[in-house]
C-alpha cells in the first residue's frame, strides 16, 4: 500500500541530503511506494549512496549550480511531485559546535548555519518549485525543527541552529505564499522529525526518555504519513512528527 495515497500515482520524487540518516531512511522507504514512478536522491558524495531503485545525482546546498542542475535532472522525468530538502547542520567535526553560550558566538559558524539549514532549502526551493505539478496535490518539505520555533525557546542555547532553522521557518512561509497563486494545490512545510539517532543528533541524545529517540526508519514513516495528510490550507507551516502544527 502506499503511503503516498493523497498525491499523483506515478508520482516524481526528489530527495535532497540522501546521505544523511533521515534522508537515506526516506529514499528506503520512497523506493518501496508504489505511487512513486521516479526517484532522484540527491547529496554531496553520491558515489557514498547505495543506489537501489533511485537515480542519484550531486547537490551541495551551497552551490547553486548543483541545485539547478537537479531540478533539470528531476524535471525530465515530468512534472514534480515531491521534494523533500534532509540536508542540515548542527555541529561538524573539528571546529563547529552549538554554542553554549554568547561567548562562543562565531560569525563564521552562524554562515555557514545559515548557509546550509536556511539558504541552502531555500535555493532548492527556487529551483524546483517551477517545475511542480499543477493539476494535483504537491509537497515541498524541508526538514526544520522544533528547537527553530522562537515562542518554543525556554532553554536558550545552540543559537546557530535555532536561528537558522527560524529563518528557513520564514523562508519556506514566505515562498509558499507566492507560489500559491500559480500552483493553488501546493503544499510547503517545514517539518520536525522528532529526535532521531543520527550524526546529526549523536553527541546529544544521552537524556533523552526511552521511547522517544526514533530510528531514522521510524520517523522517515511518521514524515511520509504527515505528508501524506498536509493540505494547501497547511502551506507555510511547520509541522511535527505526529502532525502537530509547531508555532513559530
Ligand atoms: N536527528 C534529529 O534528531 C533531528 C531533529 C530535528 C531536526 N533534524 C533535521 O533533520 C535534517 C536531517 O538530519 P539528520 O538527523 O538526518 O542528520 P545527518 O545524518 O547528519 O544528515 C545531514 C545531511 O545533511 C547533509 N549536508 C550537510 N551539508 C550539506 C550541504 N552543504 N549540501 C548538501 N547536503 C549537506 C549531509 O551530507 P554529507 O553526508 O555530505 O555530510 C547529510 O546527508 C537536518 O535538517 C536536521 O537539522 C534532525
Known amino acids: 500500500m502506499s503511503a503516498l495515497s493523497t498525491f499523483h ?18 529514499v528506503e522507504l520512497l523506493a518501496t511506494d508504489p505511487r512513486v514512478a521516479s526517484l532522484q536522491a540527491f547529496c554531496r558524495s553520491p558515489e557514498s549512496l547505495n543506489r537501489g531503485r533511485a537515480k542519484i545525482g550531486r547537490v551541495d546546498v551551497t552551490d547553486e549550480s548543483s541545485i539547478s542542475a537537479a531540478a533539470e535532472a528531476t524535471a525530465a522525468s515530468g512534472p514534480v511531485d515531491l521534494v523533500i530538502v534532509a540536508s542540515g547542520i548542527l555541529h561538524r567535526e573539528p571546529d563547529i ?11 563564521q559558524n552562524l554562515m555557514t548555519a545559515f548557509s546550509i539549514n536556511a539558504i541552502g532549502p531555500a535555493m532548492v526551493a527556487k529551483h524546483f518549485l517551477p517545475h511542480m505539478r499543477r493539476d494535483h496535490k504537491t509537497v515541498f518539505a524541508a526538514m526544520s525543527a522544533r528547537v527553530g520555533s522562537i515562542s518554543d525557546n525556554r532553554l ?13 521557518n520564514m523562508l519556506l512561509k514566505t515562498i ?19 529526535t532521531v539517532a543520527t550524526n546529526l543528533s549523536s553527541p546529544f541524545t544521552r537524556r533523552v526518555p526511552e521511547g522517544r529517540l526514533f530510528t531514522p526508519a521510524m520517523s522517515a514513516e511518521y514524515l511520509l504519513r504527515v505528508i501524506n495528510a498536509l493540505e494547501p490550507a ?3 507551516g511547520l509541522f511535527a512528527w505526529n502532525g ?3 508555532e513559530f
Open 97 to 107: 559546535q552549538p554554542e553554549k553560550s554568547l561567548r562562543e558566538l562565531d560569525p
Open 234 to 236: 497547511d502551506s507555510g
Open 176 to 194: 509558499s505564499i507566492e507560489h500559491a497563486r500559480q500552483y493553488p494545490r501546493s503544499v510547503i512545510a517545514g517539518l520536525h522529525p522528532g
Open 244 to 246: 502537530e502544527r509547531i
Open 156 to 168: 536558550g542555547g545552540w543559537a546557530s541552529y535555532r536561528s537558522s532553522k527560524a529563518a528557513l
Open 9 to 26: 500515482p506515478e508520482s516524481n520524487v526528489a530527495v535532497i541530503g540522501a546521505s544523511g540518516g533521515i534522508g537515506q531512511a526516506l
